[in-house]
């Protein structure tokens, strides 16, 4: 599942601004349009950074005047759109997500192929998935009903993120969908963290996942094998000191940095931040 790693490190599209010389003039330009514009701009008509020029300036735009008129173009038929539009009011400060926001979000866990954007620093500045999953991570007790429809989705990716979204908020509602999709992500794939997105989320959907998980107890798959038996372990004695956990370094190899990655909220190298402690786990210790 090799598109699942693309949502951690982003296609390589560097955004080319306007020549330095004109930046101002271009600036005041933009700065110039309508709010309906800017949103007609979100749209993907093939004219170069059209949409990313727009989704700066929105994005930057100050008032609440820019809010009604994002949650119409989260109805709009064109995909791109859309998903811009949910990004920009993700972004949007006390903002309180409604359902179709967060139905748009869902969506875009899909494998769009919506382009990530880079600054001239190389930032990313809008990735569909990364950013909606955090964002529904973040809100746990919203989506239940959209996520668990996309555990039946056509499309792998989200079904992986759904399910990981919703074990890993403790959401076990539909359990046995969940762990079909999830357990064969424990076992050796090549795909990086996927395996430890997995075994995090298992861990924190509770007992219910037990008897999914004891089938696979000495699968032939060693990586599996021994996620399993962690997960187990972890959901009958969790860890309950520093020292205990480091002692789980010893029955797995799942991570270079993490010794229980199913027990600790997932995270991992430059993506540490992507969740912070506590809001879908107690912080460690």
Not at 47 to 70: C, D, M, S, V, Y
Not at 174 to 182: D, G, N, P, S, T
Not at 266 to 278: I, K, L
């Amino acid at each position: 599942m090799k598109r699942i790693l693309q949502i951690l490190t982003a296609f390589s599209l560097f955004l080319s601004c306007a020549p330095s010389s004109h930046a101002s003039d271009f600036q005041d330009k933009m700065a110039r349009k309508s709010l309906a514009e800017l949103i007609v701009d979100l749209h993907d008509d093939d004219i170069r950074f059209n949409a990313i020029h727009a989704w700066q300036e929105l994005i930057f735009r100050r008032g609440p005047e820019k809010t009604a008129p994002l949650e119409k173009a989260l109805d709009s038929k064109d995909w791109q759109q859309r998903q811009i539009a949910a990004d920009i009011l993700r972004h949007i400060d006390g903002y309180q997500p409604t359902d179709r926001l967060i139905e748009a979000t869902v969506e875009g866990l899909r494998d769009d192929k919506l382009p990530g954007w880079f600054s001239g620093e190389g930032q990313i500045l809008l990735y569909n998935a990364t950013e909606g999953m955090r964002y529904l991570l973040l809100h746990p007790t919203l989506g239940a009903k959209p996520l668990e429809k996309a555990l039946n989705s056509d499309e792998k990716q989200q079904r992986f993120l759904a399910a990981f979204v919703l074990g890993a908020t403790g959401r076990s509602a539909q359990i046995e969908k969940m762990a079909q999709i999830l357990i064969p992500h424990l076992k050796h794939d090549d795909t990086r963290l996927n395996a430890c997105m997995a075994a995090h989320a298992l861990y924190k959907s509770g007992e219910a996942v037990i008897p999914f998980l004891s089938a696979y107890r000495d699968s032939p798959d060693e990586q599996q094998r021994a996620a399993v038996r962690l997960i187990l372990m972890d959901l009958k004695s969790p860890p309950k000191t520093k020292a205990e956990l480091l002692a789980r370094r010893k029955f797995h190899d799942l991570s270079p940095t993490k010794p229980d990655p199913a027990f600790q909220l997932w995270s991992e190298d430059r993506f540490s931040n992507m969740v912070p402690a506590g809001i879908v786990g107690k912080p460690l210790f």
